[in-house]
């Protein structure tokens, strides 16, 4: 993770902190419990119903619910969490319940979690001055370009520099095709940061691009979950004994079956796009992304993932979006990818990601390679 990185998540907790006041609800919470019996229970439940209010809101609007799955799930297994808005939200809720009379939630029990979380948000506000002591830089999106972060982890490349490129190679002609067909321009993002541990790359790339990425990223999804599901059943086979012989053919057969329907379901999704495009080249890149739709699904079965960022980031992607005038159905598509995102995380931790299946590099002879004018050209 980059200094930037880490820089940005401490603003984060101490933006959010000052947004909801974290610490003061959990020190109302403690009175409250602390003085029950005095307040009585119409009392007592005006006032953690108060609080409850704030939290419920609270659980589903702050900014962490936009972070990337895989640095949020660090983030709530490490001693930040204790600063994260949802786990507070969690916690308050469970301590001030609203019909459940028979608990006697002690105020101590607070205590030494609001001791944790002041400790984190002075850590945290340390980071940022130490931070800014060093002047490390602010990446930032620029403007009129929307972001989208591709994360691939190291085993889909065998942690080999010679094989990254081929790995990238088709999520580029993906984003070259994705873009023309939604703008007529041929460009792929351009890279704004890319840090380790996992490679990822943090992309800014026109909007209608970063809007025809994420409408077919859940396609893309549901095929890996096809793809891994067909695994599945083969590694269950041999669980129970079946031969090896009738188990590899039953594999072949239900790879080409799910090849066969993967395609079908990316071709059904291009089929209601508005290209940019006359109708002959429109028909060429929607080939050309079907082709590499394929490989990409087979990455994200293997665990690449992207995410799109913030609400802001997202409120100013364009209408193609939007089937309806309901701004908030780009984020439940957001919430719908985040959960087959969490059931492909366990059907991969169930089958591994060495699974013969998985590997289905393209040939040569079966990739579109575009007329001369087109090919590889980044336009201004």
Known sequence: MLASELKNIARDLVSEQNKWKLLQLLNQARHILSIREQLGENGYQKEAGNIRSLVSVMKRENI??????????????????????????DLLLAMLPAQDMTRASASSELNIYIENANEILS???????????????????????NAVRLLLPRHSFDNSFHKLSPTLKPFDRLFLGVCELYTGQRKS??????STTDLS??????????????????????AAEKTLNVIRAAKDLYGVGANDEIVKELEEKLKKTNEETIKASIDEH??????????????????????????????IAKGARFSFGSEDNLINLPDILLSSDDQDEVQRMIERQRAIESRLDMLLSSVGHKSVLLQAPIKDNEAIEVSAKHEDVRSE
């Open 270 to 299: 291009l089929s209601s796009i508005k290209s940019a495009v006359d109708e002959g080249r429109t028909s060429e890149l929607k080939n050309e992304i079907k082709i590499y739709a394929l490989v990409v699904s087979n990455e």
């Open 123 to 145: 850590q945290a506000s340390r980071v940022i001055d130490f931070s800014n002591a060093l002047e490390i830089k602010d990446y930032s999106i620029s403007e009129g370009k």
């Open 201 to 222: 790359f943090l992309l800014e790339w026109l909007p209608q691009a970063v809007g025809g990425l994420l409408l077919l990223y859940t396609p893309l999804m549901e």
């Open 64 to 89: 962490f619910n936009s972070y990337p799955r895989d640095i949020l799930q660090d983030l709530k297994s490490s001693a930040v969490s204790s600063l994260l808005p949802e786990r507070i939200a």
């Open 189 to 194: 993002p351009e890279i704004v940061y890319a």
